[in-house]
């Protein structure tokens, strides 16, 4: 990795579309299939070659986060915790971390957002490697009007981001995953809140495209995205999940393996991770690995 990346999980918010579900717990801390939410973002940073992340919460969330995730030592990552008193839109949470990056470029990640590919560690790779200001990650979906939504001109280049258009320019939704360079704070300092009330990312977004700082990743054929914040889509993240898990025996969003596979930890430390948990089916997969592995 060329730039000096740091990480953002966006874990805030009320979750009021999952309620009740969520009227007593985090959105980000409720379970999909095997696993707290918050380990595929977590993991998707990782995936990019990420380690000092800061995970954006509310107050009377964070003790349950840090309970659940620690320092990340045990990843080989560095765990920062950051408050978000009050949700108003996704661009306050560079106002929030703005102290935390120090002037460092920063991948975003929503706490509720899912991403699975065979080629996605590649897609975050060119990302973190571009001479671009910022880049988001597109994908096709059949209601743009639920989405930011990106529209392009007869060259094929990016010309317009659109937040929940009545009469969306394609069908190319921006995704809950950002890559922008370290001016990302002072242009959602110098934003305005939308008729909804709240600093949107696409107000952000559209300062790089006025400057011509703004590429996009497509996630075509072969990619998944899940925005957990329905019933229905944790219900469909949950079974994507189980069945990938079940019939070709992999794990999505497992932070010791890819710990493991980056080199930041050891055999021995994802043996003995997966002795702390026990006779779960997660327990057993990281055994399994850690034995194929040759750990004694």
């Given at each position: 990795?060329?730039?000096?990346?740091?990480?953002?999980?966006?874990?805030g918010g009320s979750g009021t579309r999952l309620y009740p579900l969520t009227m007593a717990v985090s959105k980000q801390l409720l379970p999909v299939y095997d696993k707290p939410m918050v380990y595929f973002p977590l993991t998707t940073l990782m995936l990019?070659?990420?380690?000092?992340?800061?995970?954006?919460?509310?107050?009377?969330?964070?003790?349950?986060?840090?309970?659940?995730?620690?320092?990340?030592?045990?990843?080989?990552?560095?765990?920062?915790?950051?408050?978000?008193?009050?949700?108003?839109?996704?661009?306050?949470?560079?106002?929030?971390?703005?102290?935390?990056?120090?002037?460092?470029?920063?991948?975003?990640?929503?706490?509720?957002?899912?991403?699975?590919?065979?080629?996605?560690?590649?897609?975050?790779?060119?990302?973190?490697?571009?001479?671009?200001?910022?880049?988001?990650?597109?994908?096709?979906?059949?209601?743009?009007?639920r989405y930011g939504v990106l529209g392009f001109n007869d060259a094929g280049e990016v010309n317009q981001i659109i937040e929940k258009p009545n009469k969306p320019p394609s069908n190319l939704a921006v995704t809950g995953l950002y890559l922008l360079d370290?001016?990302?704070?002072?242009?959602?300092?110098?934003?305005?809140?939308?008729?909804?009330?709240?600093?949107?990312?696409?107000?952000?977004?559209?300062?790089?495209?006025?400057?011509?700082?703004?590429?996009?990743?497509?996630?075509?054929?072969?990619?998944?995205?899940?925005?957990?914040?329905?019933?229905?889509?944790?219900?469909?993240?949950?079974?994507?999940?189980?069945?990938?898990?079940?019939?070709?025996?992999?794990?999505?969003?497992?932070?010791?393996?890819?710990?493991?596979?980056?080199?930041?930890?050891?055999?021995?430390?994802?043996?003995?991770?997966?002795?702390?948990?026990?006779?779960?089916?997660?327990?057993?997969?990281?055994?399994?690995?850690?034995?194929?592995?040759?750990?004694?």
């Amino acid at each position: 990795m060329t730039r000096n990346i740091k990480g953002i999980i966006l874990a805030g918010g009320s979750g009021t579309r999952l309620y009740p579900l969520t009227m007593a717990v985090s959105k980000q801390l409720l379970p999909v299939y095997d696993k707290p939410m918050v380990y595929f973002p977590l993991t998707t940073l990782m995936l990019a070659g990420v380690r000092d992340i800061a995970i954006i919460t509310t107050p009377q969330d964070q003790s349950q986060f840090v309970r659940l995730l620690g320092d990340g030592s045990q990843w080989g990552v560095s765990l920062t915790y950051l408050v978000q008193e009050k949700p108003e839109g996704l661009a306050q949470a560079y106002l929030i971390a703005k102290n935390f990056l120090n002037d460092a470029d920063s991948l975003m990640a929503l706490g509720d957002n899912i991403f699975f590919g065979s080629g996605l560690t590649d897609k975050l790779r060119t990302a973190t490697q571009s001479d671009k200001g910022a880049t988001v990650f597109g994908y096709q979906v059949t209601q743009p009007d639920r989405y930011g939504v990106l529209g392009f001109n007869d060259a094929g280049e990016v010309n317009q981001i659109i937040e929940k258009p009545n009469k969306p320019p394609s069908n190319l939704a921006v995704t809950g995953l950002y890559l922008l360079d370290k001016t990302a704070p002072a242009k959602a300092a110098s934003i305005k809140k939308s008729a909804r009330g709240e600093l949107e990312i696409t107000s952000v977004l559209n300062l790089y495209l006025e400057e011509g700082q703004l590429s996009v990743e497509k996630l075509g054929r072969g990619y998944a995205w899940f925005d957990t914040g329905t019933h229905a889509s944790l219900l469909e993240a949950g079974n994507f999940v189980k069945t990938l898990s079940e019939r070709q025996s992999v794990q999505i969003g497992c932070p010791e393996e890819i710990a493991f596979d980056q080199g930041w930890i050891s055999a021995d430390d994802l043996k003995a991770s997966g002795k702390r948990l026990g006779k779960s089916s997660y327990g057993e997969y990281l055994r399994a690995l850690a034995d194929a592995s040759g750990a004694p």
